[in-house]
Structures are given as structure tokens and as C-alpha cells.
């Protein structure tokens, strides 16, 4: 017959055990702590990087790009505040602060035009003529992270995928799936008309009407019946070129 364990038996497991848990917790703790000193590192090198790159960061958008990349892998956000040491050297905080201030300005501008939706790439377009004397480059990943610092405020700004293409939508407005289909096939002529939607689509000329008629009281679209076919084209300015229905000085 098996002997059961005594209880010193019991009592040697137990401190067997604690003694693995001490060990696990100790190595767990240097782990911790070599963590952090490798990330204190990094983080020296970064801040000795910036300075010797400040200008470069500021002038030129892809390797300020390349730069966010490489604070986001340590934790670092230059971004998240005008005060401090990000902002005192590099002066970032203000850049896209500027950025921001100026791309609202353009959406409100544009706005009655595309009802509060506009291609990211049209933005960014409209954001590099209003700012010809800067000194600073902008590529659409500034814009992307001014927007980005704009949605803390609750100010409504948000980018959205449609098909291939990036939209800022500066108004609270839901696209439900039809809305988005309508659009991603505006986005080959800048338009589309019933007939197309309900032959592209494979929709019933209803659902195609209440769609449309939607993305109209929306603001988003625009009707267009000066053709010699008769059918009225439904233009959506958030897909194509702003700039070729208003100048480019009112923005």
C-alpha cells in the first residue's frame, strides 16, 4: 500500500514551492529592470538623435515621418504636449498645432461645397498652396497626425477609408454601406447616375434613388442636369478636385 506524504513532507513542498515562486518573481524583476534601463537608453540616443537632426526633422517631412516612427517604438509621443523638451527643441507641438488650426479652417471653408467630407490628398493639396512662404515641407502623414491631435479636442474631425482613397470628415455624418459603395464608385469620374449605380451595383432603382437622395441632404453630392442624355449626374466634390469648383485664394 502507497504511503501518503507526512507533514513534513507537506511542509518541504510548500517551502519548495515558495522558494521557485521567490526565484520566479526575482527574475521576473531583473527583467523589469533591465526593461527599463534599456528603454532609458533608447531614449537618451533619441533625444541625442533630435538634436543632432532637429533641422532635418522640421524641414523635411519623410524623415520627420521616420522620426515619429522610431519615438512611437519607445514610448515617446513629441506630440503630446507644447511644454517640455520635445517641444522646446524641436518645436513640433506648434508646427502641427499651426497645421491643425489651418486644416479646420479649410474643411469649414470647404465645406459647403462637400458637406464636411474631403479627399485627404485634395486637403493636403489645399494645405501646401495656403502655405507657400513655410518653411516647412507637409506630407499626408502631417495631415494625418494634426488630425489625429484634433479628434481630442471632440471637434468631430475623423479619417475614413472609401475604396482606396483616405477622406476627412470635419461633420458628424454616418455613412452607412450604400453611402460608401456610391462613393468608391464616384471616385473613377468624379460622379456617378442612377443608371450606373444600378447596373455597377446591381441595385434596384430604389435603393439607388434613396441612397442618392441621402448623400444629397447629407451636402455631400451635387446635381448636375445640363447633358444632352438626360440623366442627371450626381457629382461628389469629396472624390475629386475642390479646386475646380472654387479658387484656391478663399481657402
Known sequence: MRRRPGIGGLQNAAAARDQFRALGDNVAKLRTDLMKEQLST????????????????????????????????????????????????????????????????????TRPLNGGLINLEELCKLLRQRRKTAREAVSEDDCLRAISKLKVLGSGFEVISVGKRKLVRSVPTELNKDHNEILELAQVQGFV??????????WSSGRAIDALDSLLDEGLAMIDDGHRDGKRRYWFP??????SFVGTDTL
Open 42 to 109: 533608447f531614449r537618451s540616443q533619441l533625444e541625442d538623435f533630435a538634436r543632432k537632426h532637429k533641422n532635418d526633422i522640421r524641414k523635411n517631412p519623410a524623415f520627420r515621418s521616420q522620426f515619429h516612427e522610431m519615438c512611437a517604438k519607445v514610448g515617446v509621443d513629441p506630440l503630446a504636449s507644447n511644454k517640455g523638451f520635445w517641444a522646446e527643441l524641436l518645436g513640433i507641438g506648434d508646427f502641427y498645432y499651426e497645421l491643425g488650426v489651418q486644416i479646420v479652417d479649410i474643411c469649414l471653408a
Open 193 to 202: 447616375t442612377v443608371e450606373e449605380v444600378e447596373r455597377r451595383l446591381t
Open 238 to 243: 469629396c472624390v475629386s478636385s475642390i479646386s
